[in-house]
């Protein structure tokens, strides 16, 4: 076990950046939460120093209603998705396709079943418009489109979210 505590000097200029920073770019995780929030505290003078520790990611718990597979985390009350902690901008549609999609995983869904499902009352069914959402889904999120590792075809029948994760 390490002893060495380490001290750095913050001053108000960095404090400030940081801040930014951490508002502008960091992961949506509780722990950037907490620093920005840590060091706000500091630059308010409400706390005259700050200790940090740092923790192996995956011994820190997800927020209850985060959804996480593999990189890919999925926030549904922020409607946010992060995959490696960077940012993923989504359209509400494609959101809601992969969030009902991930809630679901490994269960197969046809394309009228992931309309019915994430458009509310009267839809158009046509197959190309999934499709497409799908298309456009998996660009964001996946590491390689081409062979996708999230939203998988079901030959003959419809999509499914990976439940190997």
């Known amino acids: 076990m390490k002893k060495n505590i380490?001290?750095?000097?913050?001053?108000?200029?960095l404090a400030q950046w940081l801040c930014d920073a951490l508002r502008t770019a960091a992961p949506a995780t509780v722990s950037a939460q907490d620093l920005l929030d840590g060091v706000r505290s500091l630059m308010e003078g409400e706390a005259s120093s700050l200790l940090l520790e740092l923790t192996d990611d995956a011994a820190m718990p997800a927020p209850a209603d985060t959804i996480v597979c593999g990189a890919l985390t999925i926030s549904p009350k922020a409607r946010s998705v992060t995959r490696d902690g960077v940012d993923i901008p989504l359209t509400p549609k494609e959101f809601d396709i992969l969030c009902f999609l991930a809630r679901n995983r490994g269960e197969v869904f046809t394309k009228e079943q992931i309309y019915q499902a994430v458009?509310?009352?009267?839809?158009?069914l046509d197959d190309s418009n999934i499709m497409a959402f799908i298309r456009k889904l998996r660009k964001k999120i996946e590491p390689n489109?081409?062979?996708?590792?999230?939203?998988?075809?079901?030959?003959?029948?419809?999509?499914?979210?990976?439940?190997?994760?």
Do not use: C, H, M, R
């Open 145 to 165: 489109p081409d062979a996708p590792e999230y939203i998988l075809t079901i030959w003959g029948i419809g999509y499914k979210f990976n439940d190997t994760f």
């Open 6 to 13: 380490g001290f750095v000097n913050l001053d108000s200029s």
């Open 119 to 124: 458009w509310s009352g009267d839809y158009l």
